[in-house]
Every structure is written in C-alpha cells, then in structure tokens.
C-alpha cells in the first residue's frame, strides 16, 4: 500500500526551544490531486520508455513497489536546538 | 539416596506432606534442572531486520549536526528491481564506470533473487566511518 500520511515534527530554536510542532500530512488527498495529471503524463511517460528501451509497464511496477517501499520511512535532523523529523506511514 | 529425596521422605514420614506430594516432589528432584542445550533451543530466535539505520554526527565549531536516517530494508529491494529496467547497454556503461572508480560491481548479477540473502546478511552489518575528525557515521541493520 502506498504512503497514506506522514508527519513533520519541527522544533525551532531560538527563544522558546523545546517545543515541537506536530504538522500532520494526509497524503491520501495529495495522491487523488494528483491522480489526474498522472494520467494525462502517463502517455508521455510510456513515449519516454520506448525512446530509452525501457519496458514501460515494468518501469511503472518498479515505480509501485519504490513509493510503496517508502511507509515506515523516518528522516530527522537536529542542530542546534533546532529538529525536523519527517515519518511516513 | 541424596540428600533431597531423603528430606522428602522425612517429611512424608513425619506426615507434614502426603504421598501425592511426595511423589510430585521426587519426581521433579529426579527430572533435575533443564539442560543448557536445552533452555539454549528455547531462546528467542534472531528478528530479521527490517530498517536500515544511518546516523551521520558532524561537529562544526563546537556544535553538532545530527542525522538520523531508518529506511526500511523493503526500499532497497524496491531499489534492485529498478536496476533491472536499466537497458543492457546503460547497464554496461554503468559498470564500466564503477569499475573506474573502484568498484567492480556487475549489475546485471544482482537480481531479487539472491537479494533476501543480501539483505540477511546486512543483519551483522555495522559500519563506523571515522575518516574525518568532526564527522562520525554509523551504518547498521535493526
């Protein structure tokens, strides 16, 4: 299954550090937003395959499992007082 | 007669315990504790690992930049697949490339197929790189 929400946790430094914001993002809407300009690039996509001999349908498969494989995916950063955490679930 | 199934038996004959009781507790002194081999089977055996973890510390001017990365194993398989959609040719090229650079790495043997053993082996992988002296990595499996 796709990536359906993530979460951005920022905790900016300065004055008042030690607070994180918690910023959720459904990505169930941004992939329905989405879904109609992939559509209308898929022939150009399928244009590009067979110019680089790439097998098109297994190229798009390929592109399936990658976004699938993101879930559970976790990036943080800290500096200073300052912290990003990215999680895709 | 050791000194425990004596014990028993006193107390079966001073009448503090009855024969039932008796009988449990000898057997259980005659089944003895569990052998090492034994409890050893029973230990939980080893998760397979499922992220791969990079922490990256660089230390700059007596402050620290900390990277904490956890990528799961399952995007590194999804990574080999999309080198099977490389064209032959591109594939050639690449490894021409990589062998410049040291690394006589054939893309074309690496298939899904032998993946889950790489992946199985990635289990004992930790590596500390420490070439410069403000910046540590740590690359593990969990």
Same mark, same amino acid.
């Given at each position: 299954m796709i990536p359906l929400a993530a979460v951005i946790a920022v905790r900016p430094?300065?004055?008042?550090?030690?607070r994180r914001l918690w910023i959720p993002v459904p990505l169930l809407p941004v992939w329905l937003l989405a879904l109609p300009f992939l559509v209308l690039a898929l022939p150009i996509f399928f244009i590009a395959c067979l110019a680089g001999r790439v097998k098109p349908f297994r190229a798009l498969r390929v592109l399936w499992l990658l976004l699938c494989a993101l879930r559970t995916t976790r990036v943080s950063f800290e500096h200073r007082a300052t912290s990003v955490l990215v999680h895709i679930y | 007669m050791s000194d425990s199934r004596r014990q028993v038996l006193d107390m079966l004959t001073a009448g503090q315990i009855t024969v039932d009781e008796a009988d449990r507790l000898i057997g259980a002194i005659e089944d003895g504790p569990a052998p090492a081999a034994a409890t050893a089977l029973v230990e939980r055996p080893a998760t397979a690992p499922r992220y791969l973890r990079v922490i990256a510390n660089v230390a700059e001017d007596e402050e620290t930049i900390k990277v904490n990365v956890r990528v799961p194993l399952q995007l590194l398989r999804a990574g080999v697949r999309l080198a $099977?959609? *490389?064209p032959a040719q591109v594939q050639g090229e690449i490894d021409t490339a990589l062998r410049q650079h040291g690394v006589p790495l054939d893309? $074309?043997? *690496?298939k899904p197929e032998n993946l889950d053993e790489l992946i199985d082996h990635l289990g004992d992988l930790t590596v500390d790189v420490?070439?410069?002296?403000?910046l540590k990595v740590q690359v593990f499996c969990e």
């Open positions: 430094g300065g004055r008042s550090p030690g | $099977s959609i *490389i893309l $074309s043997q *690496i420490d070439g410069e002296p403000n």
